[in-house]
């Protein structure tokens, strides 16, 4: 087998780092001869980025890596004058617009790194590079662009989730079923399974949710739900739709801390009036939220309403690529919704938050329950 390179400390055998490897060239992003995959991620990712880049060879793919030095984005929002902060990141651009997929791996040494940036900063390049985000989700959606967003353990995100780093680096290989003899064919039963959730919502209209911390309607007429299961993140589990844009009623209180750019915001409190947030609330970095919120015009609307299906993710990490696909909860992202979906939501931003729904809470379909305290019941 080939040698990865391993940190000598961390018990990440060659084994499930390649067979993390294989589940992402061979299942999630399909990986084809002539591919062109550029690799995101930090050098902390090295091992599998190492694995990745091998596996892709072998595919028949070129592999491009694009490895942020440490504290890159903590380094540009201190000095990044007006015109850098204007300036379109090319090589990332061209190969959003040109390349056929891309896998980025977070990784990151210190989640807290951008709690001191400027906002204003944050929003403006913000704006710069939202023609990428746009050219993801369009060329994703006409399937001209396989991305796939995954995570590789770090000390500092173990230590966001509250565990012991090698307790950590099993909960991420449990959870992308890299300890599995066949986790390809793990990953297409959950396709499976999620595909007959879809076929009970899709067709319908009203969704009404309630429960303690709760109480919204919204409009899924006409919109596709779509199955997320490995393809797009990994790991994965739910199954989402872009509601009605002016649809969206009523109050929610989000159950999870919200974390977006490094700020970690808690007891997140939202009102919506025909699609829009109009009153908002939050126990810390408020003020970021409200900036955050005020992008532009369509960051007060949603663009994505979500159900978790991952009972085996059972509880918050602090990492919305985990915490938002916990079985027994939904989430909803502010901003940018995926035009695969119905969605005409634009905006810079994509921000999920999530909600616990496993006491004393369900949900209607066009006034049928058909999910009770975390689980369907059809």
Known sequence: ??????????????????????????????????????????????????????????????????????????????????????????????????????????????????????????????????????????????????????????????????????????FVFNAVHAEDDDPIGYWQSVKTEQAKIIARLEGHDQVKLRGPNVDLTLSIKERKFLNACGEHNMPDGEVYTGPVESSVDGWVKYTYPAVYKGRVVEGVELTFVEGKVIDVKSKTNQDFLLSTLDSDAGSRYVGEFAIGTNYEIDRATGNILFDEKIGGSFHMALGAGYPETGSSNKSVIHWDMICDMRQDAEIELDGEVIYKNGKFVF
């Open 1 to 170: 087998m080939p040698i990865a390179i391993i940190p000598q400390e961390a018990d990440l055998s060659q084994d499930r780092v390649y067979k993390f490897a294989r589940i992402l060239t061979d299942y999630s992003a399909h990986i084809v001869p002539g591919d062109r995959v550029l690799l995101e991620g930090t050098l902390e990712a090295l091992p599998l980025v190492s694995a990745l880049y091998e596996t892709i060879l072998e595919r028949g793919g070129h592999p491009y890596p694009a490895l942020e030095i440490p504290e890159q984005e903590e380094l540009f929002f201190k000095y990044a004058t007006e015109e850098q902060l204007a300036h379109l990141p090319e090589l990332r651009n061209y190969a959003y617009e040109n390349f056929e997929s891309r896998i980025r791996i977070h990784s990151v040494t210190n989640t807290r790194a951008l709690s001191g940036a400027d906002p204003k900063k944050q929003a403006q390049f913000g704006a710069t590079t939202a023609p990428i985000l746009a050219t993801q989700m369009r060329r994703g959606a006409a399937n001209d662009f396989k991305w796939v967003t995954t995570l590789f353990p770090t000390r500092a995100f173990a230590m966001e989730a509250n565990m012991g780093y090698l307790d950590y680096a099993d």
